[in-house]
């Protein structure tokens, strides 16, 4: 009720000026006949009557006129004013780089994110100082003349090899018979990142296809000699048998490793709960590689740890992770040589930080060059891919071991030296 009285309240006058302006009006017609016929002392007092009718109605009526059109003025710059803030609310609210433009004015309104992708991005700025690239302007332009919605994929230049996804889309009425709009949003989505696992899954497919597919030649080819010209040959046929069998069982060790890291990523959202005691654990891993020690003549020690250390976590996955660490420090490691284990208390934390444990094993075998070390936990990378097949590694040992220490919110690091050895560290929170 209340706005209903202030309408009318508005209303009011503007409707009694409309009658008033009528009356005068009328007045003045009315007037003008009697004046015509009145003797000549009433014809100038009549004749001046109506003249100041006329005169109050023309009045009233251009007051009226100019009213109503400082309302359509008032009203067309409210509503101007609420465009743009609406528009400047919704871009500020996208989590996307976000901008605005109009075809003759450049950029009207932009959010903070779009400053990562357009270089000293400010309003009034024209589409060619936005982005160079021929795809993105093709876009912008396109949108423009046939107000269809486009799609271009660029590179940022600000950010070295992010890739960008720009969706054009046209905002609010055309203009003029040809259709064409005159503001049009932009939004940007980065796709670096699934740029980057498609470029992992693409390598990882033809990794594993050229690894199986080198033993799998190997059983084939001495298949068809034992099958034609070895076929009576007693002594080829028990060596290529043999050759087969170890072929056989490299490809069993790369399977298992794949079933395995396929087994790690399926659970990595999922911690572990269980309780495990590293210095039992470790006890475990060495009498398993003991054998594998013992053939090259290489000694494996493991510190005195005082108290126990427990850590929460899958024991079975964990054996697993310094296994792989420790075979390779065995594997290699010099003929001879020695690898260390030591497990304690980390004291490189910050106060009232979670208490950790590290663990290290280190050799003193060749060492590894510093341009390997950041690559060392990727799939299918080796050092020397030839030594690597030689002593039966598969490239995946570091990297199921990276993938267990992250779902068990763990660490790895490694410092080497050549000619003096590696060290492999693992961070582990205490139970």
Partial sequence: MGLIRHSQSHER???DEAGLAVACA?????????????GEPLRPAIFFVSGCAAGAAAILAWRRHAARINAGESKTTRTSSSTMHSEAD???AMPDPAIILHRTMGVTTYNDAARSVFERLSRGQALEYLNRDPE???AVTGVFETG??????????NRRGQRLLATVTPLGDSDGAD???TTVLITVHDESEQHRLLAMRTDFIANASHELRTPLASVRGFIETLQGPARNDEAARARFLAIMAEQAERMTRLIDDLLLLSRVEEKANLKPTGE???????????RAIAATAAERGMSISIAATTPQLLTKGDRDELFQVFHNLIENAVKYGRDGGSVKIESAEATDRSKNAPRRIAVTISDDGPGIAPEHLPRLTERFYRVSAEHSRRIGGTGLG???AKHILNRHEGEMSVDSVIGSGTTFRVILPAR
């Fill in 26 to 38: 009328i007045v003045a017609l009315a007037l003008v006949p009697v004046g015509l016929y009145a």
């Fill in 90 to 92: 919704i871009v500020a």
């Fill in 148 to 157: 269809q919605k486009q799609i271009a994929r660029f590179v940022s230049p």
């Fill in 398 to 400: 570091l990297a199921i």
């Fill in 136 to 138: 993105f302007i093709a």
């Fill in 179 to 181: 259709r064409s709009v």
């Fill in 13 to 15: 006058p503007a409707t």
């Fill in 276 to 286: 495990v005691d590293l210095d039992a654990l470790l006890k475990d891993v060495v």
